[in-house]
């Protein structure tokens, strides 16, 4: 692969996005279903690629656009802590107890009934590879870039298809979570379940404030957020600062998988992103502990995350191999529809159970990230509680600090094809069923001795 190559392709990437942007702004339909520019930039990429209709597209621009994701998501899950105030583990508990519990009942319960389906049904019938009991979890909870990050463990246990499969399955989650999420909404306001109470929850306003463009204005604007002392300078560019320490954590991942390589060869099949999480949050409490947290910005980290999604998204999608998903279409529509009727029944039985107050604002928040992504599920929530009344964000937001670094792509979505390997799907379904009881009985019997 020549370096002309790369620079052509990722040119070609830009291009994409750039016509995905106006594309965006131009069609009514596309903001109506919530696709984000990157999947519309992905599936353009896809139809000038060597299987679609028109086929402008080199094979070896597709080679480079398959190999950009496993390094983009490393990036994107080392600035999650990054740039965070970290709150004390009591009071993290307190406040995303029970949105927690409903969180992990539906990922071990995607896990659960994918399962069952495979070995009851599609194993039997089809002959499908076991690792397809992991699609719906890191294909709706994980998303595009899990999805894409995957890839490499896929390929390295004997499931070639599994990148392709849980692109197209983060891609069935994406316009489901908008289409049956509108849907249950409407259901709601007909059935009167949303919250009437006319007040406006503080906890609303978080994540609302707007960055500034520009070093300074970011500066400027974290100052007056409290996140950076008033008699702080910053002498060096903030971007290239915040560049420097996601790097920082990437380069540790990369050391502990090396560390971990050392105990057990098995964890070559491990990816490296999960484990750049881990180096982000050594990272920032280094930070902490040296009383200079401000150098890391939660904005900076955003926009560098959100820049290299865009990307690793464009390029995994774009470099879907078609006849794969041909060869599973049918398993694969099994899957995805157990997996959604999995979802809502979530929504619709657990969520009142659980819940003492804005169940269904909680309900459907979940849905939305459990089946699309975090931002689909703040769109739903939005369209639920478009005042704010709820304490919803809050919980929501903080139990993404106790959820993410486990299911939805955290490390035990990573573990799973290899604990599949090694125990068998079978062993693996019972642990899931285990889990999923255990946090059910949590939510429905100990949580409410906690206030939130």
Known sequence: MQVFDVLVSFSVLSFLLLIALV??????LLRQLGLPEALIAGLLGLAVGPYGPVQLVPDTMIEVWAQAPAALIALVFATLFLGQRLPSPQQLWQRAAHQTAFSMVIGFGQYLVAGVVVLALLRPLLGSHPLMATLVEVGFEGGHGTAAGMGRTFQELGFPAGRTLALAMATVGVIASVLLGTALVLLGQARTWLLRQRHRSPAALVGSRKGSFGAQGRLAAERA???IP????ISFDVLTLNLSLAGVAVGLGVLIKQGLLQIAPLFDALPVFPLAMVGGLLVQLVLQKLDQPFLASATDQASIASLSTDVLITAAMASLNLPLLADNLLPFTILAVVGLVWNVLMVLVLAPRLFSDAWFERGIADFGQATGSTANGLLLLRMADPMGRSHVMEAFSFKQLLFEP??????????????????????????CLVLTLVWLVVGLRLLPRIQE
């Open 406 to 431: 486990f299911l939805g792509g955290g490390l035990i979505t990573v573990f799973a094809p290899l604990a599949i390997t090694s125990l068998g799907l079978g062993r693996w379904t019972a642990l």
């Open 230 to 233: 008033a008699d702080q300078s």
């Open 225 to 227: 957020a409290g996140l």
């Open 23 to 28: 594309l965006r702004r131009r069609v009514p």
